[in-house]
């Protein structure tokens, strides 16, 4: 079964910074493409981020110079560096890790940038 186990959501304020991480194991993290990906009520499940396996990364252009995908081959986890946060950016995020037609997602973890 495969696993893709996030953490670092939480509450932050305007103008603050998060860093999720998704751990999963080392033969789907070498072979998949990792992603993030965020959901508000009412609305599609939107790309925001992901990074190949080879290190290619592409970005939503809402979080261009403001969100940061990186990977850690030795720990088999996936980094989404969020910086200066603002509400819109309120949303659950979920990792995904995807290739050649199979995806895989975590249980999502809430983002909530509040005042």
């Known amino acids: 079964q495969v696993q893709l186990v996030e953490s670092g959501g939480g509450l932050v304020q305007p103008g603050g910074s998060l860093r999720l991480s998704c751990a999963t194991s080392?033969?789907?993290?070498?072979?998949?493409?990792m992603g993030w990906y965020r959901q508000v009520p009412g609305k599609q499940r939107e790309l925001v981020a992901a990074?190949?396996?080879?290190?290619?990364?592409t970005y939503a252009d809402s979080v261009k110079g403001r969100f940061t995908v990186s990977r850690d081959n030795a720990k088999n986890t996936v980094y989404l560096q969020m910086d200066n946060l603002q509400p819109e950016h309120t949303a659950v995020y979920y990792c995904n890790a995807h290739f050649a037609g199979t995806a895989y997602w975590g249980q999502g973890t809430q983002v909530t940038v509040s005042s």
């Open positions: 080392r033969s789907i993290f070498r072979t998949y493409t």
């Open positions: 990074i190949t396996r080879g290190g290619n990364t």
